[in-house]
Nanobody
Framework: QVQLVESGGGLVQAGGSLRLSCAAS????????MGWFRQAPGKEREFVAAVSWSGGSTSYADSVKGRFTISRDYAKNTVYLQMNSLKPKDTAVYYC???????????????WGQGTQVTVSS
């Protein structure tokens, strides 16, 4: 089992920045690729970004490329999502997830956090 706890969400104005954190515990953190997903009201959960177990590969949704950066700190067993130039359409609950490799579908991630709310005002 892998336990994931997100933090760092909040209310920010358009154009602002936030950094989300996801602390992992349980099975060896380095064995898993880590992903961030988000779900806006009335919409399906969608892929945002992912980083490989080694940290050497990353993947981003087109909607966040150039604005968001995913990274991981092995010493802290934590993965981060730095979000810059935020837009109102980025408003959603953001979830951290763990999987054996980088995937973009929610069904491929067996472990999930509880989510953290990000609200971007215009």
């Amino acid at each position: 089992q892998v336990q994931l706890v997100e933090s760092g969400g909040g209310l920010v104005q358009a154009g602002g920045s936030l950094r989300l954190s996801c602390a992992a515990s349980g099975r060896t953190f380095t064995r898993y690729a880590m992903g961030w997903f988000r779900q806006a009201p009335g919409k399906e959960r969608e892929f945002v970004a992912a980083v490989s177990w080694s940290g050497g590969s990353t993947s981003y949704a087109d909607s966040v490329k150039g604005r968001f950066t995913i990274s991981r700190d092995y010493a802290k067993n934590t993965v981060y999502l730095q979000m810059n130039s935020l837009k109102p359409k980025d408003t959603a609950v953001y979830y951290c997830a763990a999987a054996p490799a980088i995937y973009t579908y929610t069904s491929q991630y067996p472990y999930w956090g509880q989510g953290t709310q990000v609200t971007v005002s215009s």
